[in-house]
Nanobody, 123 residues
Framework: QVDVVESGGGLVQAGGSLRLSCTAS????????MGWFRQVPGKAREFVAG????????YYEDSVKGRFTISRDNVKNTVYLQMNSLGAEDTAVYYC????????????????WGQGTQVTVSA
């Protein structure tokens, strides 16, 4: 059984920052790529960022490049998403994902999803 749990969401003013955390209860955490998706009501879930098992290769959706940073700590079985310069367009439920980043770094095949954490950016 794999349990993926996110935390760190909340309400923030435009221009502010948040850091999301995700912990996976697996004995082989370092074997998996990890990533983040987000979803707003009535829209499809979209890929935001991904990181290979080694932590050496990182991938970002175009709109978050230069603002968001994904990282991982394989000792703590934790992946992070540092989000800076937040705007209203970043408001969404953010989901942690465990699986495999595709060859182009544009999405992931999913082994396990987290439950989601709400990020709301106010004007």
């Amino acid at each position: 059984q794999v349990d993926v749990v996110e935390s760190g969401g909340g309400l923030v003013q435009a221009g502010g920052s948040l850091r999301l955390s995700c912990t996976a209860s697996t004995r082989t955490f370092s074997r998996y790529d990890m990533g983040w998706f987000r979803q707003v009501p009535g829209k499809a879930r979209e890929f935001v960022a991904g990181i290979k098992w080694s932590g050496l290769y990182k991938y970002y959706e175009d709109s978050v490049k230069g603002r968001f940073t994904i990282s991982r700590d394989n000792v703590k079985n934790t992946v992070y998403l540092q989000m800076n310069s937040l705007g209203a367009e970043d408001t969404a439920v953010y989901y942690c994902a465990q699986g495999t980043v595709n060859d182009r770094g544009t999405s992931m095949s999913i082994s396990s999803w987290g439950q989601g954490t709400q990020v709301t950016v106010s004007a």
